[in-house]
């Protein structure tokens, strides 16, 4: 069992730069690859990036290659995502996501979530 909590999100101008963290609970978290979504008002949840449970690997959606880097520290049980030159069209609430196997691209290879932090881009 996982608990998972983000944090970090806020409202941040096109250009600026946040980052998330995600804090798990549970002996285990060394054993997941992580990954964070998101989702935009009227959208479906999309992915992001992954790393994989050593944190070796790396897996990012396009847009998100460039901007986007995801990192992790198991001796203090957190995933990061850090965002750099934001766009409006980042807005979303950003999700943290357990799995223990499957492709990491895809919601269903997802067994815990965490309840999502709200990022704001204005223009």
């Known amino acids: 069992q996982v608990q998972l909590v983000e944090s970090g999100g806020g409202l941040v101008q096109a250009g600026g730069s946040l980052r998330l963290s995600c804090a798990a609970s549970?002996?285990?978290?060394?054993?997941?690859?992580m990954g964070w979504f998101r989702q935009a008002p009227g959208k479906e949840r999309e992915f992001v990036a992954a790393?994989?449970?050593?944190?070796?690997?790396?897996y990012y959606a396009d847009y998100a290659k460039v901007r986007f880097t995801i990192s992790r520290d198991n001796a203090k049980n957190t995933v990061y995502l850090q965002m750099n030159s934001l766009k409006p069209e980042d807005t979303a609430v950003y999700y943290c996501?357990?799995?223990?196997?499957?492709?990491?691209?895809?919601?269903?290879?997802?067994?815990?979530w965490g309840q999502g932090t709200q990022v704001t881009v204005s223009s």
């Open positions: 790393i994989s449970w050593r944190g070796t690997s790396t």
């Open positions: 996501a357990a799995s223990q196997g499957g492709s990491y691209y895809y919601k269903r290879s997802y067994g815990y």
């Open positions: 549970g002996r285990t978290f060394s054993s997941y690859a």
